[in-house]
Nanobody
Framework: QVQLVESGGGLVQAGGSLRLSCAASGSIFNVNTMCWYRQAPGNQRELVAAIRSGGSTNYASSVKGRFTISRDNAKNTVYLQMNSLKPEDTAVYYC???????????????WGQGTQVTVSS
């Protein structure tokens, strides 16, 4: 089994910063792409940022220049540094990862349980 556990959410004032972490654990052979998504009440879940195993990244236009995604491959952990936060960034943030559990298996997508980020104006 594979578990993804997020941490680092909370309440912050507009203009502030937060750093989210997501650690993958369990029966893991290899982790490919790791992503952060978010979902605000009444909205669909949207991709915030993604990072591939080689380090290439992409961001939603709404967060480009303010958020930075990074990863520690040795720890199977992905981070999201969020700066200059805005009230519209308020959402539950979820991480996901493409994980191969054995050398001969396929990649499957796993999700974390989510962490709340609230930005007050």
């Amino acid at each position: 089994q594979v578990q993804l556990v997020e941490s680092g959410g909370g309440l912050v004032q507009a203009g502030g910063s937060l750093r989210l972490s997501c650690a993958a654990s369990g029966s893991i052979f290899n982790v490919n792409t790791m992503c952060w998504y978010r979902q605000a009440p009444g909205n669909q879940r949207e991709l915030v940022a993604a990072i591939r195993s080689g380090g290439s990244t992409n961001y939603a236009s709404s967060v480009k220049g303010r958020f930075t995604i990074s990863r520690d491959n040795a720890k199977n952990t992905v981070y999201l540094q969020m700066n200059s936060l805005k009230p519209e960034d308020t959402a539950v943030y979820y991480c996901n990862a493409d994980v191969r559990r054995t050398s001969y298996g396929n990649y499957d997508v796993y999700w974390g349980q989510g962490t709340q980020v609230t930005v007050s104006s």
